[in-house]
């Protein structure tokens, strides 16, 4: 039994794109949820040669991790138990996939496989997505007052964990084929694992790896591009060894992150040189995480840590193991060498390494979590 989990940022793109999937398969089931205000969740589910099935269901806390556990889950499950083999779940706009594949994995009796997870966008739209200040409420994209991500978040995390964008234009409005030709670019640049598919190839989806799609949204992964490209989006990697000093970071922070659509990463800092900080930026928004202890911390075997941790292996430094600051940031005219520079500057001076550098400013307050 097979599953397509098919996330959007807006219904608009979610119909073309449920369009485009049922004319590929014919006798696939589509079910669609939509949640509006006061938790009412609405089910649609279309079958060949079948009646549409419509209700509504009024749950107690209408968020989006009930949605999905309490109506996406149980509907599967009768779905699946009533023989159904290929089925389509339409998430309400702005809900995770992740969230939605692992409610699946738990919650499901029934045998069945998650054949791809598909990111359903407005390619001419998605930059500005991205640069979207707003949450997703105030926005439009979510009834949920409570959700402060941005339109930018949702897209990001979306692509981290799909494996294929499917470019869904919304026949209501016309297309700037330049804005177009740049969003998929854009796309190509930010998701390089992901394959890019339309109307006419919709078929041609990528294939659903859960834990290489696990450990591409890990906070500090970085995933990069192989090769180059004629898009001019470009993803510049810098690393540096030696631990950052945490006020020289912060001043380089503003510049570090200008004109980035997408700055993500780890961080070594002297004032918690025992934290994992991880590093996101995305659009308008950056923001740091301590992420808990590095590997080399729990282990002196790299091979015997968390195995979502998979690019920490290959940094692996015989006198280090994991600890250092790795940044890539994707996004138009980036300096290489200025990155490089700015990175440089903020790591621990000679003297510095020979002072204790728990002494040293800490305008982040990292040394309280340490």
Request: charged share 20%.
């Amino acid at each position: 039994m097979l599953l397509t989990v098919v996330s959007s940022l807006d219904t608009l793109c979610r119909q073309r794109a449920c369009e485009m999937l049922t004319a590929a398969h014919p006798a696939a089931l589509l079910v669609v949820h939509d949640l509006l205000d006061d938790g009412v969740v609405v089910r649609r589910v279309f079958g060949p040669d079948t009646p549409m099935d419509r209700e509504e269901n009024s749950l107690e806390h209408g968020c989006l991790s009930c949605t999905v556990r309490l109506d996406v889950v149980p509907t599967v499950e009768r779905l699946l138990a009533r023989g159904a083999g290929h089925i389509i779940i339409a998430l309400p706009p702005a809900v995770p996939a992740a969230a939605a594949v692992n409610a699946l994995k738990q919650g499901l009796n029934s045998r069945f496989t998650v054949g791809s997870v598909m990111l359903a966008c407005a390619p001419d739209t998605f930059e500005d997505q991205i640069w979207d200040h707003h949450t997703l409420f105030e926005s439009g994209f979510t009834p949920t007052p409570e959700d402060q991500r941005t339109p930018g978040e949702f897209l990001i995390g979306e692509l981290a964990f799909s494996d294929t964008v499917l470019l869904a234009d919304p026949l209501l409005f016309p297309v700037d084929p330049d804005q177009r030709a740049r969003g998929e670019q854009l796309l190509g640049e930010l998701a390089p694992h992901a394959r890019l598919t339309d109307g006419a190839d919709v078929e041609r989806c990528g294939n659903h790896d859960y834990a290489e799609a696990v450990g591409r949204t890990v906070p500090g992964s970085v995933r990069i591009p192989a090769g180059a490209s004629a898009s001019p989006f470009v993803t510049v990697t810098q690393r540096v060894r030696r631990p950052l000093h945490a006020e020289r970071f912060r001043d380089a922070l503003a510049a570090l992150a200008e004109g980035c659509c997408w700055l993500r990463g780890r961080l070594w800092i002297a004032t918690a040189p025992g934290c994992r900080i991880a590093i996101q930026g995305i659009g308008p928004r950056v923001w740091l995480e301590n992420t808990g202890p590095w590997l080399a911390d729990q282990t002196s075997q790299p091979c015997a840590g968390r195995a979502t941790d998979s690019d920490a292996y290959l940094d692996w430094h015989p006198e280090f193991g994991d600890r250092g600051t790795v940044i890539a940031a994707t996004g138009e005219h980036l300096d290489p060498a200025e990155i490089a520079r700015l990175l440089e500057d903020c790591q621990l001076t000679d003297a510095e390494m020979d002072a204790c550098p728990a002494d040293l400013p800490d305008p982040f307050d990292f040394s309280l979590t340490s």
